[in-house]
């Protein structure tokens, strides 16, 4: 049974930092994409950052870029969010998600955590 249990999140001040964690069981990593999702209230939920199972190569959205880390460790199974200089425009539920590397859509999707930015 495929789960993704998500961690980590919280309230943080502007400028600050939180670590977002994804653990994965029911399949390995090194076959599936990991993406981490966000949706902020009133607005469409969008993606933030992505790693690939098979090379660990990564993508990062415009938005986060220099700011939101992702990185996996094999061993754990596991995803995860570095968050650093948050925004209040980082605000949001943050999902990580699964895919098999020949599909596109996610099939697979956590529970949702809350990160809360305040100034």
């Known amino acids: 049974q495929v789960q993704l249990v998500e961690s980590g999140g919280g309230s943080v001040q502007v400028g600050g930092s939180l670590r977002l964690s994804c653990a994965a069981s029911g399949f390995v990593l090194d076959y599936y994409a990991i993406g981490w999702f966000r949706q902020a209230p009133g607005k469409e939920r969008e993606g933030a950052s992505c790693?690939?199972?098979?090379?660990?190569?990564?993508y990062n959205a415009d938005s986060v870029k220099r700011r939101l880390t992702i990185s996996r460790d094999n061993a754990k199974n596991t995803v995860y969010l570095q968050m650093n200089s948050l925004k209040p425009e980082d605000t949001a539920v943050y999902y990580c998600?699964?895919?098999?590397?020949?599909?596109?859509?996610?099939?697979?999707w956590s529970q949702g955590t809350q990160v809360t930015v305040s100034s």
């Open positions: 998600a699964a895919r098999t590397l020949i599909n596109r859509e996610y099939n697979y």
């Open positions: 790693i690939i199972g098979s090379d660990g190569s990564t």
